[in-house]
């Protein structure tokens, strides 16, 4: 994350907004600290995080960065669309990607009652805009009915789709490193569903952990899956049967994160955790 501005040259303010601020926390860190440090400064600046955690998860941070007192939060729930802005978002989306892909023909506008009917089979999920723009997508690229299928299939559909690339020569290490964004981005649509629970939460962190690995983001990989093991162990305590072996699958995906930036001791002793683990329940 780099942020530059001439604040000699803002008279009126700066207003700067970080969008996954947890997924860049030694960036977002290394800014609170120098904030704090500032006693006057020439113009008013600004400052806002946008984070998927309450203002508790930041509270270390921003006490380290001598910066607590000048904060303050405001949670907002974001909830799923409903049905008929799900269905503006795909009828929009689609007249837009027709015109961006150049169509001669422009593609039938999709079936409303079709689309709020797909809609209402999984309101949690489907009416997530991410969902809802990968329809509109499989709508204007795919002559195969969109809204027979779940969210999770068009996706899968859009994704093999874009592996049939590798038939015209992209290498595999190519294509996963082109697809593992919009995985990152199904993950994190995922997470923001408010019925979700611990064991899945902790299992779609694991996978973001990944895909931001693949997408050469070890920095935020290695945030998210410091999360998952917090929950794994959480979970771990309470059910050790139900649990432990997926508390040791994160601790192997936080060795390979932390080898990646640089702590190979703090790698070592994940690994060791891990295998003791796995060795203690076979």
Same mark, same amino acid.
């Given at each position: 994350m780099a942020i530059t501005f001439a604040v000699g040259r803002v008279e009126a !303010?700066?207003?700067v907004v970080i969008d996954y601020p947890e997924e860049s926390r030694a960036a977002v860190r290394s800014l609170l600290k120098a904030s704090g440090s500032l006693e006057r400064t020439a113009c008013p600046i600004r400052l806002l995080p946008v984070s998927r955690h309450p203002l508790e998860w930041w509270s270390d941070e921003l006490i380290a960065a001598g910066t607590s007192e000048l904060c303050d939060g405001q949670e907002v729930a974001v909830g799923p669309l409903d049905a008929g802005q799900t269905c503006a978002l795909v009828r929009d989306a689609v007249a837009r990607l027709s015109g961006h892909f150049g169509r001669a023909e422009p593609v039938a506008v999709p079936d409303e009652a079709a689309a709020a009917a797909w809609h &209402?089979?999984?309101p949690?999920?489907? &009416? /997530?805009?991410l969902f809802a723009a990968a329809a509109a997508v499989h709508a204007v690229l795919d002559r195969a009915p969109t809204f027979e299928l779940a969210g999770a299939e068009i996706v899968r559909a859009l994704v093999r789709r874009e592996q049939r690339r590798l038939d015209r020569g992209e290498t595999s290490e190519q294509a996963t490193f082109r697809l593992a964004p919009l995985a990152a981005a199904i993950c994190r649509a995922l997470l923001n569903v408010a019925t /979700? !629970? *611990? *064991?899945e939460r902790a299992t779609l962190l694991n996978n973001l952990s990944n895909f931001l690995g693949e997408a050469g983001d070890d920095r935020a990989a290695l945030d998210v899956i410091r999360e998952a093991v917090e929950i794994r162990r959480r979970l771990t305590g309470a059910l050790p049967a139900r649990f432990a072996r997926d508390l040791a699958q994160s601790l192997y995906n936080l060795a390979d994160c932390l080898e990646r930036t640089g702590d190979p001791a703090g790698a070592e002793a994940a690994?060791?955790?891990?295998d003791g683990i796995? !060795?203690?329940r076979g």
């Open positions: !303010g700066a207003f &209402g089979r999984d949690a999920r489907h &009416g /997530l805009p /979700l !629970g *611990e *064991e690994k060791r955790e891990a796995m !060795g203690r």
